[in-house]
């Protein structure tokens, strides 16, 4: 189950064709993010909104979020300033699963990451044969929900060399 839910999101979030070579030209420019724009804006749309993600996407707009790429049919990416990493919404069978926040790689960003996750109630870190080496990181937490945590850095041919910490709810 759990290897089934990770790649699901690793494959709507593009890991799938991941390439480190970096020779592709993106599309789009991903804005750099510090460290506490990228946790705080994981923590208001992400983390606060795992249980409905619905609610997530309203409040992105009511914050002046556009949605500014759609990947896959699935991924919507959302934009709100040249300053603010993007935030992107996936969603399986039409409903949303999982949330993630974009962003330039820094190597000050890694450290931020792990230090939330060491502040979210019930997080254990976890690894799964042939898909942890995709990630820099992954955890799980059951409180509320069974929720998969993963951050990792990849190239993608929309948004070049980026990175993405990425919470999703465990599908039935």
Known sequence: MIRRVFLVIGLSFGLS???ETGTSSPKVAVSKASPASFITTFDRYCAANIGNLDKAVRLLQKDGYVPMAKIDKTLTVYSRSPNQ???GIDSFKGSPIACAVISQPDKSLKPA????MGRVRGARPIE???VRGNFDASWV???PYKTFYVAFTSSDPTFG???TFLAGKAQN
């Open 17 to 19: 064709g991941c390439m």
């Open 141 to 143: 937490t059951d409180v």
């Open 85 to 87: 990493p993007f935030v």
């Open 161 to 163: 060399r980026i990175y």
């Open 113 to 116: 990451v792990t230090a939330y």
């Open 128 to 130: 799964i044969d042939d």
